[in-house]
């Protein structure tokens, strides 16, 4: 694992926070998939949400209630994709554990079923082999 020093999320000194709490933070992805798309880190430098003490994972699931509220509010999507990228494997390149938190907006994409799903775009859409 990347050491501290070079870490995004720890070098920054944790710039442009909009929502923190003990265990955590919140910030806006510097490169968003959507309008509002965002991220919640915890403070602690680990790579896996597996890595993390029940109270650290209860915090970073209370500041995405949080930015969820924050977002419906400012932004009103339409709905609302999680989640994490855990493991090379599973596309982490950031080593330090973050959650998204993606807004959805209606006609944001023409078919949105099968949502985070198309990481596997063969297997994405379930719906047309189901008999």
């Known amino acids: 694992m990347p050491n501290q020093s070079t870490c995004p999320f ?3 000194g944790q710039t442009g926070v909009v929502m923190a709490n003990d265990h955590g933070f ?4 510097s ?3 959507t309008p ?3 991220l919640i880190v915890p403070k ?3 790579a896996s949400f597996f890595e993390a003490t029940g109270e650290e994972q209860a915090a970073l699931l209370g500041l995405v209630a949080g930015m969820r509220e924050l977002l419906l509010a ?7 994709n999680i989640g994490i990228n855990d493991g090379l494997a599973a596309g982490q390149t950031v080593m330090h554990l973050h959650v998204h938190l993606i807004p959805r907006y209606a006609g944001d994409t023409e078919d949105p079923r099968g949502g985070v799903r ?3 775009p063969v297997k994405a859409p379930y719906w ?4």
């Open 118 to 120: 198309w990481i596997m």
């Open 26 to 29: 919140a910030v806006y992805d």
């Open 36 to 38: 509002g798309h965002c």
């Open 128 to 131: 047309k082999n189901a008999k």
């Open 74 to 80: 400012e932004r009103n999507p339409d709905g609302f």
């Open 44 to 46: 602690r430098h680990i």
């Open 31 to 33: 490169h968003p998939v």
């Open 10 to 12: 720890c070098a920054t």
